[in-house]
């Protein structure tokens, strides 16, 4: 639209708001960010509807500083910028022009509302590419009261730069709870991280996470600053599209792509109601209107697997229009019953079941929202329809699927829950361990790094996948005996079962997988270099992963820290054989080696990383010793690995991660075997069986169940131990247990060898029974005892 030069220099444009707005303005409690999000919407759907920027599309946002006497709010954008009617059209409360569902902003109404909680007077600039001037409006919310119109006046300034072209808002005598709130040091950085997070989309390019495919999680690139600093969209820390587990034969992808496309519909170009196409209407059931016009209607996007678990940061992030109405929803995790409206929860299950990784992306740009685009209106026919169409109309679950006639759930998200339902360390449920156990704090550590942006080397999913591969070698390779021997005995050379530390099996000289070549690593040459003798341990070494990681100690900096246990003896620079050593890297890595065949590991019962501990710590107290005594720089960098705690509540974890590998492991033999077996169980057993069950699903038909075999699952450990103890021939040589028991046939030796596995569960039975204080004493025990457990367990079947 061009300006017509005769038009006058002052004029005035009619902003009366709908009765509507008065109301909302009150009402509606917008965060900072919120409203900084109603005019970045604005922007962004110019972006949007430009269909070929000449420019990068760019918002630059000015936030008050501490020192500020005249605090301001400002936005500027470099989009198309508006003519005057177009200008009008978006200041006026209610406006509306623009398809409601069409677009991010909600009318004038998102604008007015945010500017209102901002502050009293608002500025508006806008120009166009090849427009003479900028056109000028002033909203003075108290004089407009005042003066009970709602005339504003509008001014031209001329423009030096004729090619010029963007829209700017300044929002000036702010509130005085806003400005003091703004002027806080670290609001600033929480602005941005919520930014970062509902505008991920907009935010990000083409291939924004290694691995995953540009369908899926790329964006438009929009870049967007808030005082002079970019703001980072945050990312999805997800497992390559690559990585798959098998279950029931099949493989299943850690990333499946969502793209459903639905029957077109009719939305109202007014009140933005989308019409239900099964009726044939000439006018919009909702206001009466007739300009309606035929759009598209489709839920797109993903549903994937987290590299870690989290208690918080899970669940699927709901988008309209490119924009995150609902970050981490996990109302797809339970099902509604549709007879009676009860709710089952799903998902997470598994141990630990308060913590879950299954998150996602998806796409409703046809569902309404509210005016504070905090939910998705869930009472309307299309966000019903995108439920069913995500996680299906029965159970995700296929035993209470069955049960309620259900056929097996082969949603998107179903598919997602059958193949990661499970929290099992290894390559099975994709889970990183250290040979003993999952490694989760670990592992959220490492997310932790991925969300910084500033370790390039997380950013794959590389790290995370030689974690589990280096769990699954290490339980392949436990109790193979070695030909080396003490006292005429074969021994193995791993560090499991006597310290905790994973068995170390074979491992590669490359310190970024832990794996190992299978022959023996060559002898030492006579002339060997210090980088050649580390390259030997290294090529001996296992890496340990729940003691890898950043440890920084206040005034003595920070070591990115790489612990290897390697099977060949280690020496020092004088050339005596030690226990364990440190190296100094390039910049500020350091490498921590300990042998565990050293005899103060297999003869004085040491546990080596102990000794890793230490070495980290006395490396960084070297650096200035007199800071403090070496046992309390031990205690900081032991504090900075939360894998090692030996707490009563990390113990049962373990606990809990162990029986339900077990269960696992017997269920397809009890089901072969089910009506003897329960004959032989004592009634308490039985009893207890019952009431788990109950506790679990109060619906199941507990008969049912019995007759499938289905009752292991609810076996504690006295249960467990009270089956393997009826029928020990069918758990043990290896099928459940690696315990030998039909190759011996003197009576005393197979009762032994139950035994070995019988002591172990009645000792984890009655630590998760007893709900008193541990005393530290008790709680080394009861690791100790695990880590038996732990070894006799048949993981790799």
């Not at 910028?81 to 006026?92: F, I």
């Not at 003490?486 to 006597?498: A, F, I, N, T, V």
């Not at 172990?760 to 025990?781: H, I, M, Q």
């Amino acid at each position: 639209m061009s300006i017509d030069a005769e038009e006058p220099l002052f004029e005035e444009i009619d902003l009366t708001p709908s009765p509507q707005l008065l109301e909302a303005l009150g009402d509606i409690p917008f965060k900072p960010w919120q409203c900084l999000a109603e005019l970045i919407d604005n922007s962004f759907d110019d972006f949007l509807a430009d269909p070929d920027p000449s420019d990068q599309q760019e918002v630059w946002i000015t936030l008050p500083k501490p020192a500020d006497d005249d605090p301001i709010v400002s936005l500027l954008d470099n989009g198309r910028g508006m003519s005057l009617k177009m200008l009008q059209s978006a200041l006026k409360a209610g406006y509306s022009g623009k398809g409601r569902y069409g677009s991010l902003g909600l009318f004038g109404m998102g604008f007015n509302i945010a500017t209102a909680r901002l502050g009293n007077r608002t500025e508006v600039r806008t120009t166009r590419a090849g427009d003479p001037d900028w056109l000028v409006v002033e909203i003075d919310l108290r004089r407009l009261q005042q003066n009970d119109t709602f005339m504003t006046p509008l001014r031209r300034e001329p423009k030096q730069d004729p090619t010029e072209h963007g829209t700017e808002v300044i929002v000036r005598r702010l509130r005085t709870e806003i400005a003091d709130d703004l002027k806080k040091t670290n609001r600033h950085t929480q602005i941005r991280t919520d930014l970062g997070r509902v505008y991920s989309y907009l935010l990000r390019g083409e291939n924004p996470v290694p691995g995953i495919p540009d369908g899926p999680m790329a964006g438009r690139g929009f870049r967007l600053k808030v005082n002079g600093k970019s703001i980072l969209p945050r990312l999805p820390c997800v497992w390559s599209a690559s990585r798959t587990v098998t279950k029931q034969g099949r493989e299943i992808p850690a990333v499946r792509t969502v793209n459903l496309r639905l029957a077109p519909a009719l939305a109202c170009m007014k009140c933005g109601h989308w019409q239900n196409p099964d009726l044939n209407l000439d006018r919009c059931a909702q206001c009466d209107s007739e300009d309606m016009q035929m759009s598209e209607r489709r839920i797109h996007g993903w549903i994937g697997v987290q590299r870690y678990l989290d208690e918080t940061d899970y669940g699927i992030d709901f988008l309209r229009n490119g924009r995150k109405i609902r970050i981490g929803d996990r109302s797809l995790f339970s099902w509604e019953n549709p007879d009676d409206g009860t709710q089952t929860p799903e998902y997470p299950v598994d141990i630990p079941a308060t913590h879950g990784r299954i998150v996602g992306e998806i796409h409703l740009d046809h569902v309404p929202v509210g005016y504070q685009k905090t939910d998705f209106n869930r009472e309307t026919r299309d966000w019903r329809q995108a439920v069913i169409a995500l996680r299906g109309e029965g159970p995700m679950r296929p035993k209470k699927a069955a049960a309620l006639s259900y056929p097996p759930n082969s949603s998107p998200l179903g598919e997602i829950f059958k193949g990661y339902q499970e929290n099992r360390p290894g390559a099975a449920c994709l889970i990183p361990g250290n040979g003993s156990t999952a490694i989760h704090e670990t592992a959220r550590e490492w997310g932790a790094k991925f969300h910084s942006g500033r370790h390039p080397e997380f950013l794959s999913d590389e790290i995370w996948y030689q974690a589990v591969l280096a769990h699954d070698e290490s339980r392949d390779n436990a109790g193979t005996p070695t030909t080396t021997t003490r006292g005429g005995k074969p021994h193995d050379p791993s560090l499991g079962g006597r310290t905790g530390l994973a068995p170390s099996g074979d491992s590669s000289g490359d310190s970024q997988t832990g794996l190992a070549p299978p022959e023996t690593p060559p002898p030492p040459s006579p002339v060997e270099t210090e980088d050649q003798r580390f390259a030997r341990y290294r090529a001996s070494a296992r890496r340990i992963f729940d003691l890898t990681g950043e440890v920084t100690l206040p005034r003595l900096g920070r070591r990115v820290v790489t612990v290897f246990d390697t099977r060949v003896p280690l020496q020092d620079d004088a050339e005596r054989e030690v226990p364990s050593l440190t190296r100094m890297g390039k910049g500020i890595n350091l490498e921590v080696f300990v042998n565990g065949e050293h005899p103060v590991f297999r003869e004085y019962g040491r546990d080596p990383r102990d000794y890793a501990l230490l070495e980290i710590a006395q490396t960084l107290n070297a650096f200035d010793p007199g800071i403090q005594k070496i046992t309390a720089a031990l205690a900081e960098v032991t504090r900075q690995f939360p894998e090692q705690r030996v707490t009563e509540s990390a113990l049962r974890d373990r606990a809990d991660v162990l029986l339900s590998r077990v269960r696992e492991l017997m269920a397809p033999i009890v089901k072969s075997i089910t009506d003897e077996l329960w004959i032989l169980l004592p009634e308490e057993v039985k009893l207890c069986a019952e009431r788990d069950a109950g506790r679990a699903d109060p619906s199941l038909d507990w008969p049912a169940v019995i007759k499938e075999g289905g009752f292991v699952s609810h076996l504690d450990a006295v249960g467990i131990a009270a089956v393997i103890e009826a029928r020990p021939a069918e758990f043990l040589d290896g099928k459940v247990f690696k315990t030998s028991w039909s190759g011996w046939s003197d009576t005393a030796v197979k009762d032994r060898q139950v035994t070995q596995i019988l002591r172990p569960l009645e000792v984890v039975g009655e630590f998760l029974a007893d709900p008193g204080t541990k005393t530290r004493l008790e709680l080394s025990l009861a690791r100790i005892t695990f880590d038996m457990l732990d070894q006799h367990i048949a993981w790799s079947v």
